[in-house]
């Protein structure tokens, strides 16, 4: 079911140009599962999964929609089923930069060995500055796959890690070196990385800011969960403040006495002391 609101107009031109080559109806359908698709991307992955399955049912010809299939399907973690598309989009497009993501399926996967065949890829030259780096952490992992720590050090040793940038993939590759070198037990080298990786890391997405309290022996706190467990303890006392409100008044209401004031009358007069006789 398409989310109310998407109408497809929102996709971007690039694609809209391929569906210029369907129906227009089925065409404008397509545009409006690929965009869900993206809508859901970041917060329901499995959902935006299924959204590109279903572009794909409709137009299975067209490399966008097999695109949005292969990382939709990485997200959700059907590795299989993204590689498979993953190779469908190079084949169909001659678009080589899905190759980190293809590296990483095969280590999901249980296969590093494949991983590193394809980090030797011959296009990996041409590949953007972004997937390249992405590549070598892929690669880096794999050969701690291995047992090979050592290597993995090696592999992330590149002029980017001192790189001035606030490009995205820099804080993900300091942090990768960082976790490296914490696993060969080189602890203090790791403490500085993971703290370089932190000050180059805006949103806090690495968690490189808590890797390094860990190493320090510091326990982290989370703001954020701190002010979950306030919101919890004042709910919890005011409910407990209802409830003792709620016993005074009965008590309150126990003690009143409703009697029939008759019978109030009748107790009065038998209380009353009788006139002595003259």
């Known amino acids: 079911m398409i989310p109310e609101g998407i109408t497809g107009a929102e996709l971007d031109r690039g694609v809209k140009a391929e569906l210029r080559s369907l129906p227009r ?39 966008g929609v097999r695109e949005a299939v292969a ?29 980190a993501m293809m590296a990483d399926c095969e280590r999901a996967l249980g296969r590093p060995e494949k991983a590193l065949a394809l980090a030797q890829d011959k296009h990996v030259r041409d590949l953007s500055e972004p997937t390249q780096i992405e590549l070598l952490i892929v690669t880096a992992g794999a050969r701690r796959d291995m047992g090979q720590t050592a290597a993995a050090i090696q592999v992330l040793e590149v002029p980017e890690l001192t790189k001035r940038t606030r490009a995205d993939w820099l804080p993900r590759l300091r942090y ?10 080189r602890t203090e080298e790791a403490l500085v990385w993971f703290h370089r990786a932190a000050g180059a890391d805006a949103d806090g ?16 706190t989370d703001l954020d969960d701190d002010l979950e467990d306030e919101d919890d303890e004042i709910e919890e006392a005011k409910e407990t403040d209802d409830a003792a409100t709620v016993v005074e008044v009965d008590e309150v209401d126990d003690e009143d006495d409703f009697s029939d004031p008759d019978e109030s009358e009748e107790d009065d007069a038998e209380e009353k002391p009788e006139k002595s006789e003259q």
Not at 39 to 59: G, V
Not at 209 to 218: F, I, K, T
């Open 25 to 63: 109806s089925l065409a404008d359908l397509v545009a409006q599962h690929l965009v869900a698709s993206g809508r859901f991307l970041d917060d329901e992955p499995e959902l935006a999964y299924l959204h590109a399955r279903t572009a794909r049912r409709l137009a299975a010809r067209l490399g």
């Open 71 to 99: 990382i939709t399907a990485y997200l959700a973690e059907h590795y299989d089923e993204a590689l498979t598309e993953f190779r469908a989009v190079r084949r169909m497009t001659g678009n080589h930069e899905v190759l």
């Open 176 to 185: 990768a070196y960082a976790d490296a070198l914490a696993a060969a037990d």
């Open 205 to 220: 997405s690495t968690g490189a800011a808590e890797r390094a309290a860990e190493l320090e022996g510091l326990e982290f």
